[in-house]
């Protein structure tokens, strides 16, 4: 059941004299076989609520995309980063989600009092809290979930067209069977993480396809 409410009065049981503004942090994209991994970060006014914020996994497409134009349209300020396939190859898919949570936060226009992030530990800020399962806790951190898990998805289903063998826009680049069949028939894509595919196409060609990349 979700209960924005509840994730609403969390975030303002944390606020004081010093804490008025609260930014909320989350990620999508670390699990899929292609695809970037997609931050944002997210600033909500606490002077109304939008009812049926919640963890994006838990909310319907549907909602979601209603949920992603209310968000932007009342929040303080949103800042959204990715990292793309070559950068989570070279750097592992932990490390591409802390770059591109750094960033974000630092191009976000209006600096927060308190950072609140999803289960990841930052040390980007003086006054920063990890809460783990923190999209289904903190008002903030939802917001945060659903603008990354919609744009992320448009991206993906943007992909879709370009590559239409693979599924993509309804995978959005996660190893269903259908997307893993495509590998075996067609090869891979440009988007596709290396890192993420020894299991299906071997590490050997792994390997020679990311030696490949690099020399162009």
């Known amino acids: 059941m979700i209960d924005t409410k509840k ?8 606020m004081s004299e010093k804490v008025k503004l609260i930014a909320g942090m989350d990620e999508v994209g670390r699990g899929p076989l ?3 991994v997609v931050v944002a970060c997210v600033m909500m006014p606490y002077d109304e609520m939008i009812d049926g914020v919640f963890d ?6 549907k909602n979601r995309e209603r949920l992603y134009d209310e968000i932007q349209k009342k929040a303080i300020a949103i800042s959204i980063w990715k990292e793309e396939q070559d950068i989570i190859d070279t750097v592992n898919i932990l490390n591409a989600t802390k770059l591109s949570m750094k960033k974000a936060f630092e191009n976000l226009t209006i600096k927060p009092d308190l950072l609140l ?3 990841v530990k930052m040390n980007i800020c003086d006054n920063e809290k990890s809460i783990i399962k ?3 806790t903190s008002y ?3 917001c945060a979930s659903i603008v990354a898990k919609v744009y992320r ?3 993906m289903e943007g992909y879709s067209k370009k590559y239409p063998q693979y599924d993509f826009e309804n995978n959005v680049g996660y190893g269903t069977k259908k997307h893993i069949d495509a590998i075996k028939k ?7 993480r290396l890192s993420f595919l020894k299991n299906i196409i071997g590490e050997e060609e792994c390997k020679r396809i990311y030696l490949e990349r690099e020399a162009k």
Request: hydrophobic fraction near 40%; proline fraction near 3%.
């Open 34 to 36: 292609a695809g970037p």
């Open 56 to 61: 994006s996994k838990k909310v319907t497409k």
């Open 140 to 142: 903030a951190i939802a």
């Open 7 to 14: 994730l609403f009065d969390y975030d303002k049981s944390l």
């Open 134 to 136: 923190g999209d289904a």
């Open 117 to 119: 992030i999803d289960a």
């Open 153 to 155: 998805d448009r991206i």
């Open 186 to 192: 067609f090869g891979i894509t440009r988007i596709h």
